[in-house]
Each structure stands twice: as C-alpha cells, then as structure tokens.
C-alpha cells in the first residue's frame, strides 16, 4: 500500500492573472469514490506519481470531493453559439479546473475536472456526469491521441458511489481531464458580447503568452493570434476528416484556442464512407454531419474573429476587411493540410497538381457503396504492393474504383519510393484499429450496466496503439455488422 499522498505541483496562471473570469469553486463530496481508470503514462508525463494517485485519496481528488495541496478550483465563464443561436451565459456547468502543472516537457497543462458537481453556471443542470459518457470521452480522447491528433486527455475517471438520473438510473462519474487549456471560442465571445474589450485584450494576451509565444512581441500580435488560431483549427479538422471523425457538437463553446480536440459528446467514427453522416440524435438539420466540419469550422473562427475586430484596427471598417480575409483564407488552409495527409494516405510523398482530384476520387468511389472508410485505405497499401484484392472485395460494385486505380497506379510510378517504404508509410498513417461504435457501445454498456470494466480497457489498449496490427485482435478491425443498425449517439449529459 503507497502512503505517500498525492503531490501536485500547481502554478496556476488562469487563477491569478484572469479574476473575473470565473468564479473560485468547490466540487461536491461523492458518497464512494473509485477510480476505474488511471492513464498512468500521462500521469507520469505531468510528473504526478501515478501509484500515489490509485488509492483512496488519489479518488477523493479526481471526484472533486476533495482539493488537493495548491489547487485553485474554479469554474470557467464562457459563451456560446449553440447550433447557430448565441447564448451569453455558458460556462463550467459541471466542470472544475484544479490547476495548472507543467509537464515533462515544459509544457503547461489545465487538469479539469468534469462532473464534479453542480456551479454558478449549471443552470438546469445537475453538475453531475455519468460513467457511459465519461468512459466515452476517455477512450475517444485517447484513440484521438494515438492517431496523432491534437486532443485533451484523460487522466482518469471515477465513479461517484451516487446513482444519477439520465435515461434511467446510471452510475455518476467524474472525468478528470489534461487539457493544454481551456480557453474556447466561446471564452472570447462571453467578454465581447458584454463589450468588455479590455477583458478581451487581456485574454488575448493571456492566450498569446500560453499558446503563440513567439508573437507576443510582434507589433501586429492579435492579427497573427487570429492567424495561428485559423490554422490550428484548419489543421485540426483536416486531420479528423482523415480518420472519418464526427464530433458531433461544434459549438463555439467547443472549440479551443489552442487547436486541440474537445468536449467529446455525440461524437463517432464513421464505419461507411458518408460525407453527410451525422450520429448525434438532436442534430437534426445535420449541421455538423461528417463533410460540413471544414465548414463549420470556419464559421465558428469567424465568430472567434468578431471578437477580436477592436484589437485588429481602430477603423472598425479596417478590422471587418482585415478578419474577413483571414477568415476567407481558411479554406485554402485547410484544402492544403487536408490535401497534405490525403497523400499520405494514398502513398504518395511528393506532389502533383491533379493529386487532389485524385484525393477527392478515391473518396467518390466510396459514396453511396458502403465502403469501410478505415479498411479501404488500409487495404489500399496492399494494392502499393500489387495486391488488389482486399481493396476491391470491400465494394459491391468496383466499377468506379476500377476506373480510379490505374489513375493512382500511374501516378504511383511518378512518385520516388519503392514499394516496401510506400506500404510502411501509408501503415504508419492509415490506422487499422479505430474506436468502432459497435465496440465502444458494448465496452460502455457493459461498464455501466454490469460493472464489468474489462471491454473498456481491452479496446483501450487497442486503441493505443491504432497503426500496428496485433494477432487477435480481429473483432476490433471491421465494422459492425448489418443488424448494429444505423448509430446514434446523445449528448449522454
Ligand atoms: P457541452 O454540451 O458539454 O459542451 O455543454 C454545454 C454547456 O452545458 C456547458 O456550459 C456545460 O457546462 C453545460 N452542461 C452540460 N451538462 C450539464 C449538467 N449535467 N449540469 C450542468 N451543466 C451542464
Ligand atoms: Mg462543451
């Protein structure tokens, strides 16, 4: 039994160079907390002492019953465009930060967390989480994170001893989340909307300093911070495009300034090819189905851009021209990073004007065939290597794709790489294991209705290491089968 407490070393910068920008708080005391979940490599990259933390006291903490030595837990204030309507008063509803740390690598991390209880922004709300959805958030984030795309983490979960009310009586649970910080859109938009512009010029700055310290001393800063913030997001959302990802919530409240991943509700991997794939059941109008989210994205930056027109020029009309091309660059932004991971995708290390029609035409060939998107470009390297079979059985009808690959065959013989290093390097980017919806439902389900954690951290450690394919593990690599239905997801608050 480790005696040693848990130490935390917290310099937490939000707390005391942005007063008035939350309110201090306290999480509420859990019945019986217990940790079901500890990411003890990610402990260990905070410098936390992982076994100190898998224990009772470790629990207490993660649940928010108790604050540990140094923490300054406090509720974020932020605003929001909610499937297109504003809302001016968001916040942390069910959310504690407990502070910042710095990491192995000098970087400064927000530990959150999520479900800890009810505080001034709750509204309705009962503060509180239940474990499908935290288990949710916790094997996505990681999944995202093995795929190398920017995300939060977890760092662990707990279950509360307390029964919660959502579609019946679920087991309460609290996430305790790594975040690079919390500041969102929505953030920005909380102080513009009340006009408070110096509250907005101090967050800039404070976001600056966090995240894009090299512009700190540029005389034109906020024009670079709104370009740096457009090109993470551009980069960020051509990189879920690659793996098939729907986040499903694309409010502005939900998207960060760091370019980071986050707030993992409704959100999925698609099985079938679909540009208009859409999981989340109150998404009616498919405003954030699969292909809209470049789109989305930009809008959203535009409403990030309002926020800062004041900062950008004192001609109010100068600051409109100077946001809206930025705004209007995003698209060639993201076009270039997307375009730049399709070719790795399909095998290609150098460039050609027609590679994104070539990019964009595999895709084609998969609308409307029920296409594995994953197998289909994991299948594609075997073709690199002159083995068509596998890409081909996935259709039911090739003569598209039969047309499309002696397109890419020609253009293959254009490219400098022998077969061996294109095969290793689209396995390196095409992943074979994804969290399939079939398998992250029955891992949730079994955790929350039977207790029974063991399929949660199974496809977990499948899903660490997405790119290699391990003997065994043949049931996490297709899709579901016909009879799983069409996938819905809630938001599960
Ligand atoms: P989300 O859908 O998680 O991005 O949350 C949107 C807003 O609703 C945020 O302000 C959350 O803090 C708040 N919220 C979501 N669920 C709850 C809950 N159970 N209790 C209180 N606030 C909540
Ligand atoms: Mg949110």
Redesign the pocket.
Known sequence: MNTQPPQFVFDNTYATQLEGYYVPWQGEAAPQPEIVALNRDLAEDLGLDAAALDSPEGAAIFSGSVAPEGATPLAQA?A?H?FGGF?QQ??????LLLGEVIDRNGNRRDIQL??SG??P?????????VLGPVLREYLIGEAMHALGIPTTRALAAVTTGEKIAREGMQPGAVLARVASSHLRVGTFQFFAARGEQDKVRTLADYAIARHYPDLADSPTKYLEFLKAVIDAQAALVAKWLHVGFVHG?M?T??VTISGETI?Y?PCAFVDAYDPNAVFSSIDQNGRYAFANQPGITQWNLARFAETLLALLDADEDNAVRIATNQINAFKPRCSAFWLDGMRRKIGLVSSEPGDADLANDALATMDGQSVDHTLFFRHLARAANGDTGPVLSLFDNAGQFSEWLPRWQDRLSRDPQTPESRVAAMDAVNPVYIPRNHMVEAALTAAWQDGNLAPFHDLLDVVKQPFTKRDGLDAYEGPATKDFGPYRTF?G?
């Open positions: 932020y929001g909610q809302s968001l916040g942390d509803g069910r959310a999520k479900g009810r505080t922004f709750s509204r309705g709300g009962d503060g509180k989480a919530v409010n409240d939900n707030d509700g938001c608050t």
